[in-house]
């Protein structure tokens, strides 16, 4: 998420709601950038009902009046016209917002659809294998594989008839080959998808790579003394027991809970500081190290700098030379505005082409090798993808989510276990080792309450793989 004035960005579901358009009500009036915070702006595009885009995410706008909107949590933001009637910005908390223009990019208007016009029926869809880039990645036919060409007519017409809304990229590699993979809303193989807290198992990752070339002695590392603040406000000798170990599995015992509206250290408040790191630090402890599991990510920050500060690098130049490098990834092809501080808008999330989150998939699908060579070590992986802790009653390896997913099949319902990197949206690197299968999932329907990836992998792909299984 991001924190900046326009506090209806926040708190609004991702999708949009489509208006019943009025002589007093024309959203294509609306339609422009507009000035948010200073030095940002957002843009209103007229698509299937109006929304908001900023960073790239969809937020929608239900009509209430006459040049009058409001969020799904109910807060009015009137626009404002002049002498001709033209639109001129809208106010939002006694301030307003001036319209700079009545234009918007073309990535945000391909945010209006799932695909161009004329192009955007199932009836139209024709099912291609991926292509060939040369990139590392095998590529081959559904149709011959345990997934089947139903598979994908099944889930882009799902897509394209709205059933599962918002869904950026589809990316599905069995037995070795990547089989799928389809772009909607005007992604394309080529352009960077914000992963937010996916982001979270690219740090975990590195600090396993600083462990493995001894940066780090281990999990056991105690963080402290590798930090170099010269005090830390609420006192409490527990502090001195943090370890590695405990931040990468939510564990540290500090009161930081980005899921419950008191605590101190939920990432709103982290995300204000100057220093997100030392205000992690800061806070009081809750619990013994190691022993209970919250949903921190004023911590994933802390490991972030503690692998830093051992590497003597900036985490984005060692993540290109000991990750994305010897996978085949360009530096200009992603995107990491790493700071640490409130003056990073984008709350340190990495930008990664669906594509190269595959890579990820498949280095930690194959025990941390990639086509023969060791990027980080097959021990470091089977920990991450253990049980450390349990986080929101799920288990948890390191900065990685194990849940399970209910099936419903002929016989009942079955859970099948899956690791997965996952961020808010509906960003998603599934890890399913009992049908080989690495599944990469983008989409925009932030702060919603589920997301469609979850569903699609329930209904669609795993009872496909389960049946194949069975014939």
């Not at 709205?162 to 869904?167: E, L, S």
């Not at 130049?317 to 992603?334: H, K, T, V, Y």
């Not at 469609?452 to 209904?459: D, I, V």
């Amino acid at each position: 998420m991001r924190s900046l004035s326009l506090a209806l960005m926040l708190v609004m579901l991702g999708g949009s709601v489509r208006a019943q358009e009025t002589p007093a009500l024309r959203l294509s009036d609306y339609v422009g950038t507009y000035t948010d915070a200073p030095g940002h702006t957002l843009e209103i595009v007229d698509g299937d009902g109006l929304f908001a885009v900023l960073d790239e995410a969809k937020y929608a706008l239900r009509p209430s009046g006459v040049d009058q909107f409001t969020t799904i949590t109910g807060q009015t933001i009137p626009f404002r016209r002049d002498a001709n009637g033209r639109v001129t910005g809208y106010e939002q908390d006694g301030k307003f917002h001036p319209r700079v223009s009545p234009t918007i990019t073309p990535e945000s208007a391909g945010l209006a659809r799932p695909r161009p016009q004329g192009q955007d029926s199932a009836l139209d869809y024709r099912y291609h294998p991926p292509a060939d880039l040369h990139d590392g990645i095998a590529v081959g036919d559904i149709a011959r594989s345990d997934l089947g060409a139903a598979t994908a007519d099944a889930i882009v017409r799902g897509v394209l008839d709205g059933t599962y809304k918002d869904v950026h990229s589809i990316l599905l590699y069995q037995h070795g080959k990547l089989v799928m993979e389809e772009y909607f809303y005007g992604y394309s193989v080529q352009r960077p998808h914000q992963l937010r807290s996916a982001t979270k198992s690219i740090v975990s990752t590195l600090a396993g790579i600083a462990v493995d070339r001894g940066a780090l002695s281990g999990t056991g590392e105690a963080v402290l003394p590798q930090m170099g603040y010269a005090s830390y406000a609420n006192p409490d000798p527990r502090k001195a027991a943090m370890t590695l170990g405990n931040f990468l599995s939510m564990s540290s015992g500090l009161d930081c809970n980005d899921h419950s509206s008191t605590s101190p250290g939920r990432e709103t408040v982290i995300h204000d500081a100057p220093d997100w790191v030392k205000a992690t630090l800061d806070l009081p402890m809750i619990a013994e190290p190691g022993t209970k599991g919250y949903y921190c990510s004023g911590g994933v920050a802390v490991v972030g700098r503690l692998t830093e500060n051992a590497v003597h690098m900036r985490l984005p130049e060692f993540a290109q030379a000991n990750l994305f490098g010897p996978l085949g990834i360009s530096r200009a092809d992603w995107v990491w505005n790493y700071d640490l501080t409130n003056a990073d808008k984008e709350y340190s999330q990495i930008h990664l082409r669906p594509r190269d989150m595959l890579k990820i998939g498949i280095l930690f699908a194959h025990g941390g090798r990639w086509h023969g060579l060791q990027v980080i070590s097959t021990s470091w992986v089977r920990a991450s993808l253990a049980e450390q802790s349990h986080v929101d009653n799920v288990s948890y390896g390191y900065f990685w989510w194990r849940p399970w997913l209910n099936v419903e099949t002929p016989g009942g319902s079955e859970h099948v276990d899956v690791v997965a990197a996952q961020g808010n949206g509906g960003q998603k690197i599934y890890l399913v080792p009992q049908y080989d299968l690495v599944a990469v999932f983008t989409a925009g329907g932030y702060n919603a309450e589920s997301t469609p990836p979850n569903t699609m992998m329930a209904k669609i792909v795993l009872p496909a793989l389960m049946a194949a299984t069975k014939r």
